[in-house]
């Protein structure tokens, strides 16, 4: 690996980050102390709270809308490398660098989520940031989570919490990161701290974002940080890992101090692929191959029955049961964007459908399938992600309005949705993508750093100026 990278805005020009604000400091006290007294109060007498209403909210990764702080996580040193074919693993060679500017402008981009309407946001928490070095922990940085968590309680926006989502940091990597069973242990510690300090105010939590995901971008396509193509057996060990870790940190949040009021569940990408034509042999192969590695049926069986089986005849055999992997979620998070139609000349879609800026065409009915065939599970949901890249603001309206009728349409036949979070709030670091994909609600100019509200976005602020269904539970 290599040498210690100094990360871009250091502990001190944080803490003046924050200094340069006075007045702004003064009302977060007052606020803080106003928003401290509710919240314990509020945790005292309804344990309930987070889940009493269907949450609407935005969901987003704080690397890729700050990049790192303190510390240095995998993905800095994973964009400043080049890939197999000695191009930059990122698009065009971008980094993240702060990109939109989350560190500097967390609290007054609140601003932003409540003037969407939203009762509830989900973001991630940055490992690299808190524990730079190993064992160390940043108790500015945890003090400065806590503080955002109140920020946004006391505008009324219920904090939901990520733990790992993709990013952590570099020493963790050097160790051999989840290619390691034992280095588990590393994830747990850093899990129960970040839950040990946060959870009088969160009670939501998602242990690992899309394991499927991290594994095969990372260990088979090689597009993702570690950038390593074609290893089926470390892309199964790692998955594996993961959803141990997830299994793991479960169990053991759950007993920690308000383990008992905090509800607490996975995050998994459902992505299908199906081949354009039924007689076509590459059609279909890829759509077979993007299937295995996508591997939903090996979450799913995990998840209901704690068998994990990890299979390519040939290629790859791994086996592992874990007995309480059934009893260790509390719900399962959905991330649904589209499905993938395969061909022979590469990803495509149908007759009647139009491409997004990604390679695939929206499909809404595709999250209703992917809540129904999770529903099996016997766990509430929540989507935790879903949006459109569309830089023209061609589709956006359409996409949000044809999705959340189907989720709406999930909830009506009886379906356990709990809540929906929109991908994303503003414009960010699409991974290997750089800044070239345009999710956000709020279209971002990256060197004013202004924010602007895209038209399309205004179903999306429509439906949540609908009144939040009372959950019945
Ligand atoms: C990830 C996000 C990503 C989004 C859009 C999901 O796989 O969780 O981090 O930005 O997809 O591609």
């Not at 007054?108 to 922990?137: H, M, T, Y």
């Not at 790992?164 to 701290?193: Q, S, V």
Request: charged share 20%.
């Amino acid at each position: 690996m290599p040498q210690a990278i100094e990360s871009s805005i250091d502990i001190t020009s944080f803490s003046r980050v924050i200094k340069i604000r006075p007045t702004r400091k003064k009302r977060m006290l007052s606020l803080i102390i106003l928003v401290q007294f509710f919240s314990f109060s509020l945790a005292a007498t309804n344990p309930i709270f987070p889940c009493a209403h269907f949450l609407k909210g935005v969901s987003f990764s704080c690397f890729q809308n700050g990049g790192d702080i303190i510390g240095v996580s995998n993905w800095t040193i994973f964009e400043r490398q080049k890939n197999i074919v000695g191009r930059p693993t990122i698009n065009s060679g971008q980094q993240c660098g702060i990109s939109a500017g989350f560190w500097v402008n967390a609290f007054d981009d609140i601003e932003l989520i409540k003037q969407l309407g939203c009762n509830a946001v989900r973001f991630s928490v940055e490992w690299a940031a808190i524990e730079p070095s190993v064992g160390q922990f940043n108790q500015e940085i945890l003090d400065w989570y806590k503080r955002y968590c109140h920020e946004l309680i006391a505008n009324g926006i219920q904090p939901t919490i990520t733990l790992h989502h993709f990013t952590h940091p570099a020493w963790f990597d050097e160790t051999g990161g989840f290619t390691i069973e034992e280095n588990i242990n590393y994830f747990e510690r850093f899990a129960a701290k970040v839950f040990t300090e946060l959870s009088p105010h969160v009670t939501i939590w998602y242990t690992i974002n899309e394991p499927t995901v991290y594994s095969f971008m990372g260990y088979i396509l090689g597009m993702h940080s570690p950038g390593i193509v074609g290893n089926f057996q470390q892309a199964g060990t790692v998955l594996k890992n993961l959803l141990s870790a997830h299994t793991r940190v479960y169990q053991h949040l759950k007993k920690l101090p308000h383990g008992d009021r905090t509800q607490i569940g996975l995050v998994h990408q459902v992505l299908r692929a199906q081949s354009y034509s039924s007689w076509s042999p590459v059609g279909l192969l890829t759509a077979a191959f993007l299937n295995f590695i996508t591997a939903h049926e090996v979450v799913k069986t995990y998840l209901c029955s704690g068998q994990y089986t990890y299979q390519l005849p040939g290629i790859v055999s791994i086996k592992q049961y874990e007995p309480l992997a059934p009893a260790s979620y509390d719900f399962i998070g959905i991330n649904y964007y589209s499905r993938v139609i395969t061909s022979l000349t590469g990803p495509t879609c149908l007759e009647n459908e139009q491409m997004t800026d990604m390679e695939y065409a929206p499909y809404p009915e595709g999250i209703y399938e992917a809540i129904k065939d999770l529903s099996a599970l016997g766990k509430p949901i929540y989507i935790t992600e879903n949006g459109i890249p569309d830089a023209r603001d061609a589709q956006r309206a359409e996409f949000i309005r044809r999705y959340l009728q189907e989720v709406m349409r999930a909830r009506e036949d009886g379906y356990d949705v709990r809540g929906y979070f929109y991908w994303t709030l503003m414009d960010n670091f699409e991974w290997d993508r750089g800044f070239t994909q345009k999710f956000g609600l709020y279209e971002v100019n990256f060197k004013t750093f202004e924010r602007q509200l895209r038209p399309g976005s205004q179903p999306f602020v429509e439906f949540l100026s609908t009144k939040a269904p009372k959950l019945p539970y």
